[in-house]
Nanobody, 119 residues
Framework: QVQLVESGGGLVQPEGSLTLSCAAS????????MNWFRQAPGKERDSEWV??????????DYLDSVKGRFIISRDNSKNTLYLQMNALKPEDTALYYC??????????RGPGTQVTVSS
């Protein structure tokens, strides 16, 4: 069974940090590109892509507004994707979820973990 489960969200003050995790199972995690997305309050799911990392972890890309603040990484031995978020801003408040595309399943997404940035 293909499954993605995020964790690590919470309430954090502006300029604070959080690290999100995404545990994958049921597919060849080390063979696929992985993504982080976020859904801000009042917006639709898949409304904003945040970051991607290739299967080997050697290359990554970021939404312009998070460049220099967020770092995506992966541990293929643990089937886990990470998102280190630094210097958080109130506009980063959203439901964060990981996702990928699998040939035989299509788009796969986890349920998400809530990040709230507020003083």
């Amino acid at each position: 069974q293909v499954q993605l489960v995020e964790s690590g969200g919470g309430l954090v003050q502006p300029e604070g940090s959080l690290t999100l995790s995404c545990a994958a199972s049921g597919f060849g995690f080390g063979d696929v590109l992985m993504n982080w997305f976020r859904q801000a309050p009042g917006k639709e799911r898949d409304s904003e892509w945040v970051s991607s990392i290739v299967s080997t972890g050697e290359a990554a890309d970021y939404l312009d507004s998070v460049k220099g603040r967020f770092i995506i990484s992966r541990d293929n031995s643990k089937n886990t994707l990470y998102l280190q978020m630094n210097a958080l801003k109130p506009e980063d408040t959203a439901l964060y979820y990981c996702g990928t595309y699998l040939y035989d399943h299509g788009n796969v997404r986890g349920p998400g973990t809530q990040v709230t940035v507020s003083s």
